[in-house]
């Protein structure tokens, strides 16, 4: 529906003791409470309060946006429908047409009480668009959903780790105000992380990031300011606590197998001691956590390491690249000999 034109608009009870003027009463029909509208009523603005001839907006706006997700993956997935706990209307989870995709969309939706758009729809009842499709499609989407309505007024958010929010320039210059938002988590097929305490990392349009944080603030989750500049160092950071560490464990079970465990064993028998690793971590600090031959200055046990390693190379270069960095940033006791150690264990 497009807005009225300034002549139709009337002022309620409300708006006319704020004495809005009709010059800016177009922005009702973008999230605006203090304005009015008397468009008539459609099939989906059912539960907006008539007054008079039309609809006061001052008091039918819901408090929470309505809001369309881009991209029904992992990321975009665990997004609704932490949205939909939180009370958020989901207008429609936009996908590709190919089969997969469009499956896990329909579910999806089923899910959030949402419709399925092949494309962002011309008639989209969203004021947010959220995308969480891969980051090397988000400005290429932008740029095709830049045409497909008017911007003006709305909010265009994603949430990659890596990139900034100028990745939906071509929607800013249409007038949307832009922001990426990145929640430091992981999220994998067949897990549902919450993101109650997950801390979201926003920058962009001022706009934007005050919706942005509200929302985050809505699934009890916190949100921090980054700068533009800064978020690849950030994501890099992001990728060492979770998929390098993940590659960490799975390198741990490829030594394990050395020692004749397999690797679903390993995995079992690793989970203590993993635990309470991120549970001295969390308590104390890496320094306090910290334990093993390099802590003690033990020469001798770390060259019986290397020498055993020599059957997996692999294994071996992530052993002495964990090492120089606990050298490099943990207490360690007989550092020049482990220095001299470490680095012999090349060949």
């Avoid at 304005?35 to 039309?54: I, P, Y």
């Avoid at 105000?177 to 994998?188: D, E, G, N, R, Y």
């Avoid at 980054?226 to 990728?239: E, F, L, P, Q, V």
Wanted: glycine share 8%; net charge positive.
């Amino acid at each position: 529906m497009r807005p009225a034109s300034p002549s139709s608009f009337y002022f309620c009870g409300t708006c006319e003791k704020k004495r809005i003027s009709p010059s800016r009463q177009y922005k009702a029909r973008l999230g605006c409470h203090a304005f009015c509208n008397v468009d008539r009523l459609s099939n989906r603005d059912d539960t907006t309060r008539r007054t008079g001839s039309g609809v006061c907006y001052a008091s039918a706006m819901p408090q929470r946006p309505r809001i369309a997700v881009v991209g029904a993956g992992n990321l975009g997935g665990a997004l609704a429908r932490s949205l939909h706990r939180a009370g958020y209307a989901i207008d429609c989870i936009v996908t590709r047409p190919d089969g997969p995709s469009r499956t896990k969309a329909r579910k999806l939706a089923q899910e959030v009480g949402a419709r399925v758009c092949l494309g962002l729809p011309a008639d989209l009842h969203a004021h947010v668009v959220w995308f969480t499709v891969p980051d090397a499609e988000i400005a290429r989407t932008a740029r095709d959903f830049a045409d497909a309505m008017s911007w003006k007024g709305r909010i265009a958010l994603h949430s990659s780790g890596a990139l900034g929010s100028d990745e939906l320039d071509a929607l800013r210059r249409r007038g949307a105000s832009v922001a990426s938002a990145h929640p430091l988590m992981t999220f994998v097929r067949g897990s549902q992380p919450s993101f109650a305490g997950v801390p979201f990392a926003i920058e962009g349009n001022a706009a934007a990031v005050r919706l942005a944080r509200r929302t985050v603030k809505d699934f009890g989750a916190d949100s921090h300011p980054i700068r533009r500049k800064d978020k690849a160092a950030y994501h890099a950071w992001g990728t060492f606590v979770s998929p390098l560490f993940t590659s960490l464990l799975a390198t741990s079970e490829e030594v394990a197998f050395l020692a004749g465990v397999k690797k679903n064993e390993a995995r079992r028998r690793s989970l203590p001691i993993l635990l309470q690793t991120l549970a001295n971590y969390a308590r104390f600090g890496a320094s306090d956590a910290f334990s093993g031959p390099l802590i003690r200055g033990d020469v001798d046990t770390v060259r019986k390491h290397l020498r055993s390693l020599a059957k997996n190379p692999a294994a071996r270069e992530v052993y002495r690249a964990l090492a120089y960095a606990a050298l490099a940033y943990l207490p360690v006791k007989n550092r020049q000999a482990l220095e001299k150690t470490v680095r012999s264990g090349r060949n």
